[in-house]
């Protein structure tokens, strides 16, 4: 009897397996051409802040316009996947500052005066941030979005430079002197912070080789380093400084202690060469750091004026201390609750402005504008979700360098870029075009440390 019969997986029901491979193939490529370009909108909401900012224009900015397309594609590809986008503890973290928005706004005195700020708030710190865990899936990805910081950074630096070069910034001590890149007088603060980002993302490149990089990568890093090093000197932001300090500091300590060592008396060598070598504004950046350890005894009028901002806001907390005032809620309790000690506003010129009174709106504190306007339920709902994603983002580096992950600067930019978030917030708060950016950082380090299986992979 014969019994040459085929071996099981031969006959007819066994083809369309075979087909399979490649159609799964097919389906993946495109899948990755769809993520790509659906990091267009991202790569775009951070490169149009490079367009001069108008003063008074009004609208919509382009870059904010650019973070609405960015959601919709995320909501899209959500969508046509038809599956969890992430993990049910990802979202949650990183939702759970609604909670707080939400209350503020309902609890508030007049609840559709509030609701531009629920609005605002809940682009900035949940939308936005969603979206950028959406989209960015792997390491090529973060590494798109990093490089459009740095060269973001890089323009505004250089017309930032220039301005203190020719004397064509803004109004610093009588000279037209202070670098603020596009942004104009009356965000001073929105070049600092744009270079601030660009330098601590191009810093894991300037630190360390990534697996797999081109040579010219590491020398180019260290190049835009120094440059974003003296710009951001230049803006004289004082609490960019600290933020910065802090940042590269926990950046350079999670590289290893004996990187640590080398890097942190290269950047000492930096700065002594770029501002006492050269002589970059060497006085007047020795006379603003010296104004940091002055603040308390003898504060000058910018300072005065922030001190009795930050103890309004504590006013208005202790008298609403569970639900706050409501969103936007702080300027209509300011002078109730502010001594005589503050100023009507701060003086803004220079950079093709004429001389303009500034109102003081905000106490440049996030953490007491939380406190003042969502109260204890706000504030542990939103810092207490920055804090998870920090702290996620610093383990998630830790266990990736353990491992020796291909993905290792994409940890450290991260975790560099929320540090100095974190710590920037005691001393500033959202407002601006440069308000964008913190979403995308935001989400950034939120991608990095909640998105557990699926956090980026090697390109």
């Known amino acids: 009897m014969t019994t040459t019969s085929a071996p099981a997986g031969t006959d007819a029901p066994a083809a369309p397996p075979a087909r399979r491979p490649a159609a799964d193939g097919t389906a993946r490529r495109a899948r990755r051409t769809v993520d790509r370009w659906c990091l267009v909108p991202l790569v775009a909401a951070v490169l149009l802040l490079a367009l001069p900012v108008r003063e008074g224009s009004g609208g919509v900015p382009p870059a904010d316009l650019a973070s609405g397309v960015l959601v919709l594609c995320a909501v899209g590809r959500a969508l046509a996947l038809k599956a969890r986008p992430l993990p049910a503890g990802a979202a949650a973290v990183v939702c759970l500052p609604v909670v707080g928005l939400a209350v503020a706004t309902v609890t508030a005195a007049d609840p559709a005066a509030a609701l531009p700020g629920f609005v605002r708030y809940l682009q900035i710190f949940v939308l936005v941030p969603l979206a950028v865990c959406l989209l960015v899936r792997e390491a090529s990805g973060f590494r798109v979005a990093i490089g459009a910081f740095v060269l973001l950074a890089l ?49 894991p490149y300037a630190l360390r080789t990534a697996p797999g990089a081109p040579v010219w990568l590491r020398p ?31 950046v350079v300590l999670l590289t290893g202690a004996r990187r640590a060592a080398r890097t942190l008396g290269t950047l000492v060598a930096l700065g002594v060469v770029l501002v006492g070598g050269f002589g970059v504004g060497s006085a007047l950046v020795s006379e603003r750091l010296s104004s940091v350890t002055h603040v308390a005894s003898a504060p000058d009028r910018s300072v005065n004026d922030r001190y009795t901002l930050w103890a309004a806001a504590g006013r208005v907390w202790r008298e609403h201390p569970v639900t706050g005032v409501g969103l936007k809620g702080f300027p ?18 220079g950079a093709g402005q004429q001389f303009r009174r500034q109102e003081l709106l905000s106490p440049h504190n996030m953490y007491l504008l939380v406190l003042a306007e969502q109260g204890l339920i706000g504030f542990v709902a939103l810092v207490g979700s920055w804090l998870a994603v920090l702290a996620g983002a610093v383990c998630a580096l830790v266990r990736a360098r353990s491992r020796g992950g291909p993905a290792v600067d994409c940890g450290l930019a991260a975790v560099g870029l929320m540090t100095w978030q974190t710590v ?24 990095w440390a909640l998105s557990g299986a699926e956090r980026p992979a090697a390109a």
Do not use: K, N
């Open 332 to 349: 209509a309790h300011r002078d109730g609750h502010a001594s005589i000690g503050l100023s009507s506003g701060s003086d803004t010129a």
């Open 155 to 203: 323009v505004q630096g250089a017309i930032g430079v220039h301005q203190y070069l020719t004397g064509t910034g803004a109004s610093y001590r009588g000279e037209e002197i202070r670098a603020v890149g596009t942004f104009g007088p009356g965000d001073v603060m929105g070049m600092a912070t744009v270079v601030a980002y660009g330098l601590l993302a191009v810093l």
């Open 220 to 250: 180019c890093a260290l190049a835009a380093t120094g440059v974003l090093f003296l710009a951001l000197a230049l803006s004289f932001s004082r609490g960019s400084w600290i933020a910065t300090s802090a940042a590269v500091l926990v």
């Open 424 to 447: 920037d917030f005691l001393y500033a708060d959202i407002g601006g075009p440069s308000t964008v950016l913190t979403a995308v950082v935001c989400g950034l380090a939120a991608r």
